[in-house]
Nanobody, 120 residues
Framework: QVQLVESGGGLVHPGGSQRLSCAAS?????????????LGWYRQAPGNQRELVAA???????NYTDHVKGRFTISRDNAKTMVYLQRNNLKPDDTAVYYC?????????WGQGTQVTVSS
């Protein structure tokens, strides 16, 4: 069984920076997922659908939605089964619950997410 646990959220001021972390269970399932799957960070703002904002493939190539391009950086550490999302120049529109998952998403892997609030 794979569990993904997000952390690092909280309140941040506009223009600030924050790094989110996602830890996968360090068992054979989690390690396997990290060795064969593309990974991503998703977010869901109040009243909106969940959207993919950043993705990273096995070879390290990355893709971002236009809303975050140039401000967010996704990275992965397969040995530690960790995925990170460095976010800079945060805006109030970045307020959402952030989740990590495979790309495309696997229903059973959705965790609780981490709430991020960008406000002055």
């Amino acid at each position: 069984q794979v569990q993904l646990v997000e952390s690092g959220g909280g309140l941040v001021h506009p223009g600030g920076s924050q790094r989110l972390s996602c830890a996968a269970s360090r068992n054979i399932f989690g390690i396997t997922v990290f060795s064969i799957k593309d990974l991503g960070w998703y977010r869901q703002a109040p009243g909106n659908q969940r959207e993919l904002v950043a993705a990273i493939s096995l070879d390290g190539s990355t893709n971002y939605t236009d809303h975050v391009k140039g401000r967010f950086t996704i990275s992965r550490d397969n040995a530690k089964t960790m995925v990170y999302l460095q976010r800079n120049n945060l805006k109030p529109d970045d307020t959402a619950v952030y989740y990590c998952n495979t790309v495309p998403a696997t229903y059973l892997y959705w965790g609780q997410g981490t709430q991020v609030t960008v406000s002055s």
